[in-house]
Every structure is written in structure tokens, then in C-alpha cells.
């Protein structure tokens, strides 16, 4: 910006008025002195004016670097201590239908993911009709993964409950549209954890971590990451989807529609 465009913006916006001012009285000053306008002792009093103002002006920048230093040290102590558990953990990610909504890449992977898939079935449709890309990796409903999901959630003796539950989400996702944009792969075990991952390989993207439970009656708790701040572990968790993609198999039309296939 020009010195006299930026003039325009500070003194529009009411910014550095204390700076212009002192400049201002500066220069008069010195034009005064130079010409004999007025006396030395005018000109004595306005000079020593000027240095209190630039003073003045010295302690702000002093003031709000101490605050920042004290700021810092703050979160340096509580870093070191470790931060609450409320500073990075949540038990629901805010805003994620609007985001799913409007992503371009959107890939999701967990045991059934069937509250996941059915909540965000609307959002996950407007993103296909919109020529977004969405991946979904859930347990496989045959063999024996449902066993060891049921073990692994305290339940042994019900294995058809996670059965089930990959079936319903299988249902919603095969009435979604653009089926050549929607892939569907099922593991052949149980994930240790939850993925929501949106645009992960652009500037803007988010990475949502669901931690596992053993049957816990509350809501999970997880963490956000986002590109632009968590750029390294944003990059850890896509390598661990494309890992746990390769390792499973494609949806077949056995698995869509099993009363077809006996």
C-alpha cells in the first residue's frame, strides 16, 4: 500500500493517530523554527512536547509485550503440566453435516458407523449430487468380525447385534446417488477408532478422531484436527485410512442385497 493510501485507512479507521499527531508537531515545530516564527522558547516547549508524546507512544508496544510474554509463559506452564482434558476433547464435532455438505472428499471409517451414516445420510447426498468424492469403510457382516466387535464392546454372546447394524448402514448407503462417486469397502476387523475426514489433503480440511469404547453409555469422546494448524498428524491419519482401505474388500451385490444371495 502507498504511504498516502495507508494514511487514508489509519486516519479512516482512527489507527496510529498518536504517531500522525506526533509527526504533525514535528514538522510544524521545525517549518517555525526554521522561518524565526516564534521564539526559542516556543519552540523549546513544543520539542520537549514532541519527546513526551513519543514516550507515551513507547510504552504501549512495552505494555503489550509484556502482556504477550505473559501470556505465552501461561501456556507454556500449562502445556508443560498438560492441558484439561475439555481444552482438546469433545464428545460431538460441531458443524459436521454443514461441512460434509460442502466437502469434495469426504471419507468415514469405523465399526458400523450406522448413527454416523444414517445422521449425515441428507449431507452425504447433497455432496454426492454436487460431484463430491465420499469413501466409507465399515466392518465386514460376514465371518467372524461381528464376533470379535461383540467381544471387544462386552457383549460376546451378541455378535449379530454389529450384524445387523453394518446391514442398516449398508441400506442407507446403497439408496444414496452416484454410486460410480461413492465407495463402500468392508474390514476384516475392528478399527481402534472412528474417522470423519474432510478435504484432508487441502489447506481447509478436518480430521475428526473418535476414540473407542467397551460399551460406554455416554457419547465417545474424540478430537479435532485441522490442516492448516495439525498439518503432521492430519497427514498420519489419511496414511492410516489408505492403509485400512487397502486391506479391505469391495462391496459385492451379495453384500448390497443378501436376500438376492442365500
Given at each position: 500500500m502507498r504511504p498516502w493510501a495507508?494514511?487514508?485507512a489509519d486516519l479512516g479507521a482512527g489507527k496510529n493517530l498518536e504517531i500522525y499527531l506526533t509527526a504533525a508537531i514535528a514538522l510544524v515545530v521545525g517549518v517555525l523554527g526554521v522561518f524565526d516564527v516564534v521564539d526559542t522558547k516556543v519552540v523549546g516547549a513544543a520539542?520537549?512536547?514532541?519527546?513526551?508524546?513519543?514516550?507515551v507512544n513507547a510504552l504501549g508496544p512495552r505494555h503489550q509485550v509484556a502482556g504477550l510474554e505473559q501470556q505465552v509463559a501461561e501456556l507454556a506452564r500449562r502445556v508443560e503440566a498438560g492441558l484439561p482434558g475439555g481444552d482438546f476433547l469433545t464428545d460431538e464435532p460441531k458443524g459436521l453435516g454443514a461441512r460434509i455438505g460442502r466437502a469434495h472428499d469426504t471419507r468415514l471409517a469405523g465399526v458400523t458407523l450406522n448413527r454416523t451414516v444414517r445422521s449425515y445420510a441428507a449431507d452425504l447426498r447433497r455432496a454426492l449430487e454436487r460431484g463430491a468424492r465420499v469413501k466409507v469403510l465399515v466392518i465386514d457382516p460376514t465371518g467372524p468380525v461381528p464376533e470379535e466387535a461383540a467381544r471387544r464392546f462386552t457383549i460376546p454372546d451378541q455378535?449379530?447385534?454389529f450384524e445387523h447394524r453394518v446391514r442398516s448402514t449398508l441400506y442407507v448407503l446403497r439408496d444414496l446417488p452416484a454410486k460410480e462417486r461413492l465407495e463402500v469397502r468392508l474390514l476384516p476387523f475392528v478399527p481402534?477408532?472412528?474417522?470423519?475426514?474432510?478435504?484432508?489433503?487441502?489447506?481447509?480440511?478436518?480430521?475428526h478422531v473418535e476414540l473407542g469404547s467397551h460399551r460406554s453409555p455416554t457419547p465417545l469422546p474424540g478430537f479435532t484436527l485441522s490442516t492448516q494448524r495439525d498439518h503432521v498428524w492430519c497427514r498420519y491419519f489419511a496414511v492410516e485410512f489408505d492403509r485400512l482401505w487397502g486391506l479391505a474388500r469391495d462391496v459385492t451385490d451379495a453384500d448390497w442385497y443378501p436376500a438376492r444371495h442365500p
Open positions: 495507508r494514511l487514508r520539542t520537549l512536547a514532541t519527546l513526551a508524546l513519543v514516550a455378535p449379530d447385534v481402534a477408532y472412528t474417522l470423519f475426514m474432510l478435504d484432508p489433503e487441502d489447506d481447509d480440511g478436518l480430521v
